[in-house]
């Protein structure tokens, strides 16, 4: 269980994240989905992947630091040990 609530919550992320080739940068909690992107730019789209935020978790524990993100609202940071900046 994390912030975010069960571990089996099905969130979004892009090839990159899911692949675990490039950290989470950019969160998004767009119309209550969650989605969590690398924010770099894909040479091609293949579409999201759909897995449990636990993974993630696992992972990357400071992605807790945005569990409280407003629906509509997105968070970015620099690198992995940045601060979140949020946007409403």
């Known amino acids: 269980m994390s912030r975010f609530g069960p571990d089996n919550l099905g ?3 892009c090839s990159h994240v899911f692949a675990n080739e490039r950290p989470v940068l950019l969160v998004s909690h767009a119309d209550g989905d969650w989605q969590f992107l690398c924010g770099v730019a894909h040479e ?3 579409g999201p992947h759909h897995v ?3 993974h993630l978790i696992g992972r990357d524990s400071t992605l807790e ?3 409280d993100l407003a629906i509509d609202g997105t968070a ?3 690198t992995v040990a940045g601060e979140w900046v949020r946007n409403a």
Do not use: L, P, T
Request: hydrophobic share 55%; net charge negative; proline share 0%.
């Open 11 to 13: 969130v979004y992320v």
């Open 44 to 46: 091609s789209f293949d």
């Open 52 to 54: 449990g935020v636990g």
């Open 65 to 67: 630091a945005v569990a």
């Open 76 to 78: 970015e940071r620099a």
